[in-house]
């Protein structure tokens, strides 16, 4: 040790006379060239002038006083980890004073320095879209807004350092805040996540994404489908032997090989100058921009390999991926460790060992990370006496622990996680396209994403443009216009009521070319597809019980012109129809038809049969239909000539007349039917479109039950509809009690009341009342004498048979007594209050008469 101390003295002392010496010379060349003409002073002014001056980084107006004590002050665990810190940044720059200086206690919000560790507060969020690594990034990303840091060479580092909580709550940071909000959430997921500080390429730390592809626009990797082994037979057919000449096909082979090689030649030259025209412009600043990012290290969560996030725009690198030119340290929760690897060729050659303390120097022994241990380290671990034992018990009894995250535990409302992005908006320009992000419901239409594709880097002349929606009463889900050919395709989720999947069309007017597609399964004629053009309409079913595929009509053109046309006013003249059928098994292939052609123009009737297995031709038919009567009224009987028939293997019955007539006579009405059916999908055509502009002017949104603060509106409706609900209701109880209306009907309608007819609506109304207050109580008398027989009558037949009776008997004879002796006491209840009520409601009923409105004009008199 002291020939190291002799060693490091001479090489100090050394230095510092090469230092004065140096120094000498500048003093001494700066006399010479005190005295400098115009034209220097002029380059010197120059010169100062494009030196750039980098302002200290000022944190921005934050209201400190709602923060906890923990944000603006230490405890003693914390001091005494900052001072840890420093004598650790101290060693460091002493033994490496050719690196830069470690980001390890920046100011937080209330100008207070903390350690970088404890900034961390790993958190699991109450969102299971929040749980995994990609979504999580993805809400990181577009929540906050990025904020450039005050200077991205590494000669300066950022000075502040937020909390998570102040960072959620004015929704913008630099990387160094995005990096540490993204790592509490992995962390709290429970991935072994960590933030880097190193740096990054020009396109990383300004997030220009302008040369990279929107991930909307990428194409999933198609697996490669492993081919099945075909297992030879045993005994197989011998192929015919070749007798084409093999030089001539070597020599085809050999033009074709180089045919291919010069179109992969020119592909790959035409690549490379894509690629030379998509390269960035040298970057002066190249290996000098600080940036900050989260590194994921496999082992938890099923993470298979290690890879880099960019917290800006939520990509997944690998860690070779060349964007990244390097790392000074990384840091959880736990600890802080410094990369001693060398960085020449970026990250492409690291080990992320961190258990390696050679590669990995870590500032606190309280590591969960195993340590590596070689075989000539255990053996001398082995040998080694117990006073070093000792030693190593007294130093580990002094280890310090990183102390509790002064942050509070993360909270994201449901309000912001539905918003999503700052003032529910965010736009983020890629190659070539732009791509528009909103929160759920703050455009009326429910659009949240718009993707719009240019025809250059230019970003001057749309191509496409692509919509996504949500909450849609009609369940639209996406549309996509194409500007070159002006077609617009709208997609919809299951839910429809007109069972509308797709539909493309170039405008809304009917009779035009579009295409429709079904969720067959809803639908109750399997309809699954329809295309339309101004002259024909094909249609394509799935799953039918009539084994009907596919429909084919062709139109004419309309002989009477009217200014709106559609199928109930001016049909479109049908020429021909052609139906398609699947194989029914049940049915002979000579009898079972595959299609079926309806010539409406030459009144004809083609058929063509399924194919039999054995068979390389099909059997055929054509009938030509004729009127069922002549010009003269006679009838037309069933001719040969009027069936044309071509059969692989003729039967008898089939040639007879008689076979033929029923035929065509069933024919003739499953013509009918198509007809219909054909004219009805014209209707349905015409209502999908105008239901579907009705929806686009209205386009109203779903709200979910559980959204309590968007469903007042909707709740003040359902509450003012059960109130009218409820008026009503009573309205229609106080019409069924009017005690005058059974009589007001007698009399003739809209003639004024007489006093004498008032008189006589007044008694009538009484001496029904007390018609039936008399009556209700005869019936009530009625039953209590008819239970009261009954009873009498039990309890004779119990005297005559009490003798011979069982204890089953007695005991169902007791029972029957105590119900009906309850029966009685009831009905004898019920008529001494009938008597007792009659005559009071019989009063009030008058009283209410002298009252009325329509008789006390009348009955004023008398009262």
């Not at 249609?539 to 429909?551: I, S």
């Amino acid at each position: 040790m002291e020939v190291l101390k002799e060693k490091v003295e001479e090489e100090e002392a050394a230095e510092r006379e090469a230092e004065a010496e140096q120094a000498a010379r500048k003093a001494a060349a700066e006399k010479e060239e005190s005295i400098l003409d115009r034209d220097d002073l002029i380059d010197l002014e120059q010169k100062l002038s494009e030196i750039e001056v980098h302002i200290p980084e000022v944190p921005s107006s934050i209201d400190t006083s709602a923060l906890p004590e923990s944000y603006k002050t230490n405890t003693a665990q914390e001091k005494q980890l900052l001072k840890v810190a420093d004598n650790f940044a101290h060693q460091y720059s002493h033994l490496c004073p050719d690196r830069e200086p470690l980001f390890l206690h920046p100011l937080n919000e209330c100008d207070v320095p903390k350690f970088v560790s404890t900034t961390i507060r790993p958190t699991l969020m109450p969102y299971p879209e929040l749980y995994n690594w990609d979504t999580c990034a993805d809400f990181v990303s577009d929540f906050l807004t990025m904020v450039p840091l005050p200077s991205p060479i590494q000669l300066v580092r950022p000075e502040y350092l937020f909390s998570p909580t102040s960072v959620l709550k004015y929704q913008k940071g630099n990387c160094f805040d995005f990096s540490n909000l993204l790592c509490s959430m992995l962390i709290g997921s429970g991935y072994d996540a960590y933030c880097v500080s190193g740096y990054a390429s020009q396109d990383i730390c300004l997030m220009d994404l302008t040369r990279e592809v929107c991930p909307l626009l990428r194409k999933p990797e198609e697996a490669a489908s492993q081919k099945e082994k075909v297992v030879p037979k045993r005994y197989t057919i011998k192929p015919p032997k070749d007798l084409r000449s093999k030089f001539e096909l070597a020599q085809k082979a050999k033009k074709e090989a180089e045919i291919a090689a010069q179109e992969e030649k020119k592909r790959k030259e035409e690549e490379n100058k894509l690629l030379e025209l998509d390269k960035p412009p040298p970057d002066p600043m190249h290996g000098l921009r600080i940036h900050a990012w989260v590194l994921v290290l496999c082992g938890k969560r099923e993470v298979p390999e290690s890879f880099f996030i960019d917290p800006f725009t939520a990509h997944s690198y690998g860690t070779t991926d060349e964007h990244f030119l390097g790392i000074e340290s990384i840091w959880n929760h736990k600890n802080y460790w410094i990369n001693m690897q060398d960085c020449w060729n970026g990250c492409k050659d690291l080990i992320f060992d961190l258990g390696d303390p050679v590669r990995w120097e870590f500032m606190l022994f309280g590591t969960d990370k195993p340590y590596l241990t070689m075989a000539d380290q255990e053996e001398e671990e082995e040998a080694a006496d117990e006073d070093d034992i000792e030693i190593l018990d007294k130093e580990e009894d002094k280890n310090f622990d990183m102390p509790l995250s002064w942050v509070e535990q993360i909270y994201i409302s449901a309000k912001d996680f539905e918003s999503r992005c700052p003032q529910g908006r965010k736009v983020i320009q890629y190659k070539q396209c732009k791509l528009e992000k909103w929160a759920p419901y703050l455009n009326g239409n429910g659009l949240v994403t718009r993707l719009t594709i240019y025809e250059n880097a230019d970003c001057r002349k749309v191509v496409e443009v692509k919509e996504w929606y949500e909450n849609r009463e009609d369940f639209l889900e996406m549309r996509r216009v194409d500007k070159t050919t002006h077609l617009t395709t709208e997609y919809f989720k299951p839910g429809h009521f007109l069972a509308l999947r797709e539909h493309t069309y170039k405008t809304m007017a009917p009779e035009t070319d579009r295409s429709m597609e079904f969720y067959y399964d809803t639908r109750v004629d399997g309809l699954e597809k329809r295309t339309e053009t101004p002259n024909s309409m094909t249609e394509y079913y799935k799953d039918r019980a009539d084994y009907l595929v596919y429909r084919h009509v062709d139109y004419g053109i309309r002989l009477k012109k009217f200014s709106l046309n559609s199928p109930d006013t001016n049909p479109r003249p049908m020429l021909k129809i052609t139906e398609r059928f699947d194989r029914n098994l049940s049915k002979l292939a000579d009898d079972d038809v595959a299609e079926r052609i309806f010539v409406v123009s030459d009144e004809r009737i083609q058929l063509r049969y399924h194919c039999r297995d054995d068979y390389i031709t099909t059997s055929k038919r054509e009938f030509l239909k004729r009127n069922d009567v002549d010009n003269k009224g006679n009838k037309i009987i069933m001719t040969p000539d009027m069936c044309v028939t071509y059969e692989v293997e003729p039967r008898e019955h089939t040639k007879k007349l008689l076979f033929q007539y029923e035929m065509m006579m069933n024919l003739k009405n499953e013509e009918k039917i198509s007809k219909h059916q054909v004219w009805e999908s014209e209707l349905e055509v015409l209502e999908i479109l105008k239901t579907r502009e009705e929806e686009e002017d209205t386009h109203n949104l779903t709200v979910s039950i559980y959204d309590t603060t968007r469903n007042e509106k909707s709740k003040g409706q359902r509450e003012a509809l059960e109130r009218q609900a409820q008026e009503e209701h009573m309205r229609q109880v106080e019409a069924e009690l009017d005690y005058l209306a059974p009589f007001l009907v007698q009399l003739p309608p809209g003639e004024k009341l007489t006093r004498w007819q008032a008189l006589r609506l007044k008694d009538e109304c009484l001496n029904d009342f007390k018609q039936r207050l008399i009556d209700k109580a005869n019936l009530i008398q009625t039953r209590f004498e008819k239970e009261t027989q009954e009873l009498q009558k039990k309890q004779q037949w119990y005297q005559e048979n009490q003798v011979t009776m069982t204890l089953e008997d007695e005991e169902s004879y007791l029972t029957y007594c105590s119900q009906a002796m309850f029966r009685i006491r009831i009905l004898e209840q019920r008529l001494n209050r009938h008597k007792e009520l009659a005559p009071q409601k019989y009063l009030a009923l008058e009283e209410k008469l002298y009252k009325d409105p329509r008789l006390i004009e009348y009955l004023k008199v008398f009262v």
